[in-house]
């Protein structure tokens, strides 16, 4: 029997590596609008968002939001969305990213209090669904499948 690995590989994903943090989340690089950073993985976030203090480092044009953002123990975040924004993680790549923007300052913080380093934000499912996604928990790994 193939492995996952190279049963993938000839569907066309691209695997890309996962390290655990302190707080058991799955970490991985990605850039955003060309500037790298470092996101959690989060199946259970509907959207990517960044935190409102790297507007400018990941060159974020937003705009408010009525919507509000909820999660990791904070309610009633104050939001802003930014769009057309472009995302690459290893080969896969998206242009057209809407990205919601909150302070993630208490994500950073739970993540600092148990030793694990800060984050520039979250890739949610928006990005999990529009790249195909597969995680192996096992082997610490995302595929994406990479448009042709």
Known sequence: MSSLKKYLK??????IPLT????HHPEL????NGNAGRFILDTGASNTCIGSDRI??????SKESKIKAAGA????METSTSKKNSIEIGKWHHKKLKIVLFDLVHVNTALITHDAEPVDGIIGADVLDKGKAIIDYKKKALYLKVKK
């Open 10 to 15: 000839k569907k066309g994903y691209h695997k």
């Open 20 to 23: 655990m943090t302190k707080t």
């Open 29 to 32: 690089s990605a850039k955003i």
């Open 56 to 61: 400018a480092y990941f060159k974020l044009k």
């Open 73 to 76: 123990g904070a309610t009633d």
